[in-house]
């Protein structure tokens, strides 16, 4: 069964799947504004596909979303937009039994997903983890950004500046003058 999600949020009620058997599925396609990755970084423009699969303890997740991140250039500062792509597969855990809502024993696992005991399933949970994972370490707003002057601090993709690349750090010279004896 596959169902268009309306805009609203990533958290999608599993409750019908849990009543299946083992290996029932359901499939969504979801579209969401925005969600936080950390204090700074806020994945915008999300669409995605997740497929659900019944597990003998809760719900296996199938998802592949698409976004993009808000962050800054790290060498000029300016603010630039990451596209970023999610492939991932990770098993929600029912908290309680779904007919009877009795606790159900934690998994083994480190760190395992949950399904809530309104047996909610939320996906914006792994959506951020797994966002934060693929993030880019450097991000650039284009791959020759010249980066701000270390004397004067303009930005040197736009503004030419009259410093002097050579004004370095005394202590240094001795190895300039190594550079320039190989050239």
């Keep these: 069964m596959h169902i268009n999600k309306p805009l609203t949020d990533l958290k999608f009620n599993v409750a019908q799947l849990l009543r299946e058997d083992i290996g029932g599925r359901r499939s969504y396609t979801f579209q969401e504004e925005a969600l936080l990755l950390d204090e700074e970084t806020m994945l915008r423009k999300i669409v995605g596909e997740v497929r659900f699969t019944r597990t003998a303890s809760g719900v296996l997740a199938d998802a592949d979303v698409r976004g993009v991140v808000e962050t800054q250039c790290i060498r000029c500062l300016t603010?630039?937009?990451?596209?970023?792509?999610?492939?991932?597969?990770?098993?929600?855990?029912?908290?309680?039994?779904?007919?009877?809502g009795s606790p159900l024993p934690k998994p083994a696992e480190d760190d395992?997903?949950?399904?809530?005991?309104?047996?909610?399933?939320?996906?914006?949970e792994a959506i951020r983890e797994y966002g934060l994972i693929e993030m880019p370490m450097r991000p650039l707003c284009r791959e020759d950004c010249k980066g701000l002057c270390p004397q004067c601090g303009v930005d040197r993709n736009t503004t030419q500046c009259s410093c002097s690349d050579d004004d370095g750090d005394d202590r240094l010279s001795v190895l300039q003058q190594l550079l320039d004896k190989n050239r």
Excluded: C, K, W, Y
């Design 112 to 124: 395992p997903f949950f399904i809530n005991e309104n047996h909610l399933l939320d996906l914006g």
């Design 79 to 100: 603010a630039v937009q990451v596209p970023l792509e999610l492939a991932f597969r990770d098993e929600f855990h029912s908290m309680v039994e779904v007919n009877t």
